[in-house]
């Protein structure tokens, strides 16, 4: 069966960096789309960056452009997500997620991981 499971959250300081791994197993990635989400305590689940299997293109939030990259190794079928600079304000529980195009709601994902903490804090 589909599973994603997510690795490489942890504790870092502001001005940090972390890479997130997502470990997919049960499909092949290369067909997918791959998504990055985050929810923070007490709000709602927001898109961070997807990878598109169509043609190649990433998509980033605005809050994370220039500082979050999207990447994907098919033939580990892993997508990683390397946050560099990272803000207090980018603490979360980061999951990523398969079942839907980049353009879908979040809603349309249907196949999530059990998500990986990432705190930001000096």
């Known amino acids: 069966q589909v599973q994603l499971v997510e690795s490489g959250g942890g504790l870092v300081q502001p001005g940090g960096s972390l890479r997130l791994s997502c470990l997919a197993s049960g499909f092949t990635l290369d067909y997918h789309h791959i998504g990055w989400f985050r929810q923070a305590p007490g709000k709602e689940r927001e898109a961070v960056s997807c990878?598109?299997?169509?043609?190649?293109?990433?998509y980033y939030a605005d809050s994370v452009k220039g500082r979050f990259t999207i990447s994907r190794d098919n033939a580990k079928n892993t997508v990683y997500l390397q946050m560099s600079s990272l803000k207090p304000e980018d603490t979360a529980v980061y999951y990523c997620a398969t079942g839907a195009p980049c353009w879908a709601a979040i809603g349309g994902f249907g196949y999530w991981g059990q998500g990986t903490q990432v705190t930001v804090s000096s």
């Open positions: 990878s598109s299997s169509s043609d190649g293109s990433t």
